[in-house]
């Protein structure tokens, strides 16, 4: 367990970007990690320091602002580009926002499942889709309410139909890992990749137009 909380700090190490001279792949990586490490080094106080330990709170609340911040713009310009390519908002949010935001679960359920940690792995991205249901969505959506005093409305015409298949892809991969025993081999995760292209491909076909399912 220690070696995958040393892992995590590696990763997360704010010094992670090579000096250039390195190739040229840590040459780029160091341009394009630089602006942000930079700006987090200077609005981020790093609490790893003795001196700056009781700075904890300032540091995850400036955290949770950076991410918002992120989270604005990726969605603003998801939007923009979903428009000149003329993709429909929930494509993009199935494919390419779905992808971007997921990114951190999977590198963290890589560092602790190479310590074997796999239940940690497991429970960490079943438990950040839970927390952004629960969490991520109503709470923005509660603090609208009580400023503004009226309901959010939500544009979600598909919702009732990507819920009931979201349920079936659910008992369909319970089902799948039991057969294997409960054993994530090579073949369950070829099965799981199979499983995510056929839900994207039929999602995307409903959004076309090209798969009409009656009363979803």
Not at 18 to 32: A, I, M, N, Q, Y
Not at 177 to 200: D, H, N, P, Q, S
């Amino acid at each position: 367990m220690k070696e995958a909380d040393q892992l995590v700090e590696d990763e997360m190490e704010l010094s992670c970007c090579p000096p250039p001279g390195t190739g040229r792949v840590g040459t780029l990586k160091f341009f394009v990690l630089l602006p942000i490490l930079l700006v987090l080094k200077l609005t981020l106080p790093d609490v790893r320091a003795g001196s700056k330990a009781y700075w904890y709170p300032v540091t995850f609340v400036g955290a949770l602002l950076w991410v918002g911040a992120a989270s604005h713009f990726m969605v603003a310009w998801s939007a923009i580009i979903g428009d000149v390519f003329a993709i429909p908002p929930a494509v993009m949010g199935l494919t390419f926002l779905a992808a971007g935001t997921s990114v951190p679960d999977l590198l963290t359920a890589i560092i602790v499942a190479q310590q074997g940690e796999a239940d940690m792995a497991v429970s960490c991205s079943i438990g950040s889709n839970i927390f952004s249901v629960l969490v991520g969505l109503p709470l923005p959506w509660m603090l609208f309410n009580l400023y503004y005093g009226r309901p959010v409305l939500i544009g979600a015409e598909s919702l009732f139909g990507s819920v009931l298949i979201l349920f079936g892809m659910l008992a369909l991969v319970i089902g799948t890992v039991a057969c294997f025993g409960w054993r994530m081999t090579r073949c369950l995760g070829g099965c799981m990749l199979f499983f995510y292209a056929v839900f994207v491909a039929q999602d995307l076909a409903r959004a076309y137009g090209y798969l009409v399912i009656p009363g979803l």
